[in-house]
T-cell receptor, first 115, second 113 residues
């Protein structure tokens, strides 16, 4: 079955450490997204990519970095510069056919906590 | 900029009660509108969508109608079940960010038997 796989499901970060969250999709979607979810705040866009080797900052990109070397993969690195990283991170993908307004498909998320 | 406002929760209902979750939006252009559902510990699943004014999206007994005159997309279900307990998100397509979506803050629904 096609879908989005996020790993790990739970992740712990020590102070000053960078951690990388994995996101892989086999839906053949061009666009991929990273969101951060905090209680009572909904989803906020961190980064998105509409094509391989290109990505744009979302609303809360500070302290995060991404890469898009392959169509299927869009890993997110939470750097030590992100002072409040504890959250639920969601990866999504979609086609880039704006006129058809296709919805985004989501992975099951990674919960990141500080040790 | 574009935004989505949802009624704050939690919403607590008894089984078989009628559900309405209000959603209004602000947008330039002609966005598509979506409702997503999130069960505990999981990602978001698309519940329904509408791509133009007066469209009605429906799925699993849930319905929402795209009202351009009131900039609303309220979610309704005639008879809720315990299994409908989840967080519901209203979202719109944001033309200024390619195909990224803008989400409301979510409304928690709790249904008791």
């Amino acid at each position: 079955d096609g879908g989005i796989t996020q790993s790990p499901k739970y992740l712990f970060r020590k102070e000053g450490q960078n951690v990388t969250l994995s996101c892989e999709q086999n839906l053949n979607h061009d666009a991929m997204y990273w969101y951060r979810q905090d209680p009572g705040q909904g989803l906020r866009l961190i980064y998105y990519s509409q094509i391989v080797n290109d990505f744009q900052k979302g609303d809360i990109a500070e302290g995060y970095s991404v890469s898009r070397e392959k169509k299927e993969s869009f890993p997110l690195t939470v750097t030590s510069a992100q002072k409040n990283p504890t959250a639920f991170y969601l990866c999504a993908s979609s086609t880039t056919e704006v006129w058809s307004n296709q919805p985004q498909h989501f992975g099951d998320g990674t919960r990141l906590s500080i040790l | 900029g574009d935004s989505v406002t949802q009624m704050e929760g939690p919403v607590t209902l008894s089984e078989e009660a009628f559900l309405t979750i209000n959603c209004t939006y602000t947008a330039t252009g002609y966005p598509s509108l979506f409702w997503y559902v999130q069960y505990p510990g999981e990602g978001l699943q698309l519940l329904l969508k509408a791509t133009k004014a007066d469209d009605k999206g429906s799925n699993k007994g849930f319905e929402a109608t795209y009202r351009k005159e009131t900039t609303s997309f309220h979610l309704e279900k005639g008879s809720v079940q315990v299994s409908d307990s989840a967080v519901y998100f209203c979202a719109l397509s944001a033309e200024q960010a390619g195909t990224a979506l803008i989400f409301g803050k979510g409304t928690t629904l709790s249904v008791s038997s």
